[in-house]
Nanobody, 120 residues
Framework: QVQLVESGGGLVQPGGSLRLSCTAS????????MGWYRQAPDGQREWVAT??????AYTDSVKDRFTISGDEAKNTVSLQMNSLNPEDTAVYYC???????????????WGQGTQVTVSP
């Protein structure tokens, strides 16, 4: 089993910044990609950003404001969020996709979520 633990959420004013972090732990596994999703109140969970093999991708609404980074050796991923606005308010979830070795099987793991609130 792979466990993801997030940190870094909180309350910030519009225009402010926050940094989210996530660490994956477990045994006998390898991660192919890590990313962030978010779910606003009364909304569906949406993809925010992904990092895989050093390549990054972002949903259009966060491009040029958010930066995803990762450390493959440590199985960690971070999301630096700048110029936050109220529309960014959501629960942010860390995601990891990879495979276990023994026995060989794929996994798609989620963190518990961390609240980000952008409000004056």
């Amino acid at each position: 089993q792979v466990q993801l633990v997030e940190s870094g959420g909180g309350l910030v004013q519009p225009g402010g910044s926050l940094r989210l972090s996530c660490t994956a732990s477990g045994s006998d596994f390898s991660i192919n990609a890590m990313g962030w999703y978010r779910q606003a109140p009364d909304g569906q969970r949406e993809w925010v950003a992904t990092i895989s093999g050093g390549q990054t991708a972002y949903t259009d609404s966060v491009k040029d404001r958010f930066t995803i980074s990762g450390d493959e050796a440590k199985n960690t991923v971070s999301l630096q969020m700048n110029s936050l606005n109220p529309e960014d308010t959501a629960v942010y979830y860390c995601n990891a996709k990879g495979r276990f070795f023994l026995p060989y099987r794929a996994f798609n793991a989620w963190g518990q979520g961390t609240q980000v609130t952008v409000s004056p």
